[in-house]
């Protein structure tokens, strides 16, 4: 099964909400990501989760937070945001961290008012 | 870092002909290439790979080649059908990047029937 789940598949949020997306894959594997995409531009990483333990935190602004409570889920916590953060936010994993096919769940399409 | 320039940004292809799209890389350590096909709406899907070690890999209608020596890889469609119609990313994964996969700019690939 190469399936990454992700939910919601829509959300719309005032800036002063606080929300949470949600990844879950049972792939066994150990990496898992957080992209950012904008329309037809390719996925802008954010975070990378290996082994349950952040390992790239690409200078994103608190105002995104993110939490691996297990190995099969990771968690993206949201407040404050801004209208120019409204985008698709994927997940993926990968087996090992690197190097290894990165597998992508649908998205949550994030519309900021 | 890694750098990794795709052309074209845009290609229109009759049905039945066929459609290449080029990537050019810059770190001669990478040794991972996937490309991703999104349909709009939905998530990347990878539908290739090739690691560094093999010259060319083909599935049905769809092959990739890497040329080390260049440092480039290609994506070679056959036969397109109106379905082939998405945004294509390349991508490149070096090991013991921070990145992790380092994607393309996107290609829109049109198939008119």
């Known amino acids: 099964d190469t399936e990454v789940t992700q939910t919601p598949k829509h959300l719309v949020m005032g800036m002063t909400n606080k929300k949470s997306l949600k990844c879950e894959q049972h792939m066994g594997h150990r990496a898992m990501y957080w992209y950012k995409q904008k329309a037809k531009k390719p996925p802008e990483l954010m975070f990378v989760y290996s082994y349950e333990k952040l390992s790239i935190n690409e200078s994103v602004p608190s105002r995104f937070s993110p939490e691996c409570p297990n190995s099969s889920l990771l968690n993206l916590h949201l407040h404050a945001l801004q209208p120019e953060d409204s985008a698709l936010y994927l997940c993926?994993?990968?087996?090992?961290?690197?190097?290894?096919?990165?597998?992508f769940g649908p998205g949550t399409r994030l519309l900021v008012l | 870092g890694e750098n990794v320039e795709q052309h074209p940004s845009t290609l229109s292809v009759q049905e039945g002909d066929s459609a290449v799209i080029k990537c050019t890389y810059s770190?001669?350590?990478?040794?991972?290439f996937p490309w991703y096909k999104q349909e709009l709406g939905k998530r990347p899907q990878l539908i290739i790979d090739?690691?560094?070690?093999?010259g060319e890999k083909k599935d049905q209608r769809i092959a990739v080649t890497l040329n080390k020596t260049a440092k480039h890889f290609s994506l070679h469609i056959t036969e397109t059908q109106p379905e082939d119609s998405a945004v294509y990313f390349c991508?490149?994964?070096?090991?013991?990047?921070?990145?992790?996969?380092?994607f393309g700019s996107g290609t829109q690939l049109t198939v008119l029937p």
């Open positions: 770190d001669s350590a990478s040794n991972y």
């Open positions: 991508a490149a994964y070096r090991p013991g990047s921070a990145r992790q996969l380092t």
């Open positions: 993926a994993s990968s087996g090992s961290g690197g190097g290894e096919t990165q597998y």
């Open positions: 090739i690691r560094s070690n093999v």
